[in-house]
């Protein structure tokens, strides 16, 4: 069974940072492109960043670029997304995603995995 576990999100103020982990299981995660997904309540959900099955290329959103690092480390079956300068608007759950068709990510759209984790919620507020 596939098993995506978030964790490392919370409140905190404007400019400050968070480092999100997904822990994952019931699958050979090196084979997979992995991601991260956001959405705010009413919205759509936005592709935050994808990193390729081997970590070697990754993909941001514009609203992201510059602020927030995806890596992972395949040893440990992890998945992380470094997040700096965070702004309200940064405010979200945020998901962890796998791409069961490909090792390679298809720009930072949501569409394009399989399987999901149950979330974890960042707060950005003063």
């Known amino acids: 069974e596939v098993q995506l576990v978030e964790s490392g999100g919370g409140l905190v103020q404007p400019g400050g940072s968070l480092r999100l982990s997904c822990a994952a299981s019931g699958f050979t995660f090196d084979n997979y492109a992995m991601g991260w997904i956001r959405q705010v309540p009413g919205k759509e959900r936005e592709g935050v960043s994808c990193?390729?099955?081997?970590?070697?290329?990754?993909v941001y959103a514009d609203s992201v670029k510059g602020r927030f690092t995806i890596s992972r480390d395949n040893a440990k079956n992890t998945l992380y997304l470094q997040m700096n300068n965070l702004k309200p608007e940064d405010t979200a759950m945020y998901y962890c995603?796998?791409?069961?068709?490909?090792?390679?990510?298809?720009?930072?759209?949501?569409?394009?995995?399989?399987?999901w984790g149950q979330g974890t919620q960042v707060t950005v507020s003063s």
């Open positions: 995603a796998a791409r069961g068709a490909s090792g390679y990510c298809d720009g930072v759209g949501a569409s394009q995995y399989n399987y």
């Open positions: 990193i390729r099955w081997s970590g070697v290329r990754t």
